[in-house]
């Protein structure tokens, strides 16, 4: 088993933990969640938002989208 490499997902996360910087990546984040979203995320499972959205998106979240654009940028 010594003659494996390291796989890239593998020397990113390495290279990530040398830098101090938060993995975001595999689902691997040990920073404590903040309640509102633990409220958010149950409130969600118990109303049946539980499965993938359509693939283009929501359309209220998409017009909020646009609508902070529209405000930011012009």
């Known amino acids: ?3 494996l490499a390291q796989s890239e ?7 990530c933990a040398n830098a101090k910087g938060l993995n975001m990546a ?4 040990d920073t404590p ?3 509102i979203v633990l409220e ?3 409130r969600a499972i118990r109303d049946g938002y539980n499965v993938y959205t359509r693939f283009d998106g929501l359309p ?3 017009q909020a989208i646009a ?3 529209a405000h930011y940028n012009g």
Do not use: F, S
């Not at 997902?9 to 290279?15: D, F, G, K, S, V």
């Open 67 to 69: 609508d902070k654009l």
């Open 1 to 3: 088993m010594g003659d």
């Open 60 to 62: 209220e979240l998409r």
């Open 33 to 35: 969640v903040p309640p």
């Open 40 to 42: 958010g995320a149950e």
């Open 26 to 29: 595999q689902g691997v984040c």
């Open 9 to 15: 997902i593998r020397a990113m996360t390495q290279a």
